[in-house]
């Protein structure tokens, strides 16, 4: 009765024990009394119960290995560089993956490690951050020569890090800081500069134009003036007592103007009616002066010119 019972239970772990399933993306290494047999893919697979083992197996992602190095550039600046190397086992090459290396991890570090410091020392350090994307190009093309022999594919290699020492950024943050600092205070000074010329050039348009309405102010004074004399000799005033008039007439116009400003100062004014009389003698005194020295002026060329002719004086 007990072996009607064992030899079924028996045969039912057998038959389990020979079927086994692979994941996707995945590769399982079959042996057969210790010697390869063959390779299984994803799926539901069989194998012989007690002569067929499951050797190990093989993932066929896109793995990504973090190499951090610390090397030296070309001007001894020492910096840490992380390079990210992106790889997977090539599907036709499993049986080399599993054989033909233990510790796939520290063979591409290794090769990182050699290629990285082979290249940094040859650059200084402003070159280490411009040119990067040729050394990351330098490790993917040495790692896809030595790894190709173990069945890995590299799918590429990043240098996402490059970390000087602390002085050294330092450093680098302050001459940044300065060359800003000497650009912005350029650019303040030609600032400066045009601000200085614009208020110039208007300063000088204010006082042309300001002349330019001075000189239109007295010329219709003078306009007015001749106008008012005019009308004066037609009324039976002749030029002289009419010029009077008008002096005396501006003259209290301007006490009025004074006397109704309340912010001017003290002025102290003459405002007798002789007062303007005296004036007006003064202008006309003034103005036969000037046309005197003018005259003598023009003739004093003359008479210098018809000496040097005759040798003697006129």
Known sequence: MFTDFIFPIIGVIILISSIFTIKQQTAAIVERFGKFSSIRQSGLQFKIPLIDRIAGKVNLKIQQLDVLIE?????????????????????????DAFYKLEYPHDQITSYVFDVVRAEVPKLKLDDVFERKDDIAIAVKRELNEAMAAYGYDIINTLITDIDPDIQVKNAMNRINAADREKTAAEYEGEAERIRIVAKAKAEAESKRLQGQGIADQRREIARGLVESVDILNGVGINSQEASALIVVTQHYDTLQAIGADTNSNLILLPNSPQAGSDMLNNMVASFTASNQIG????NAPARKKDRNKDGSES
């Open 295 to 298: 005259e003598s002026m023009k």
């Open 71 to 95: 090397t030296k550039t070309k001007d001894n600046v020492f910096v840490k560089m992380k390079v990210s190397v992106q790889f997977k086992v090539i599907q036709d090459k499993v049986y």
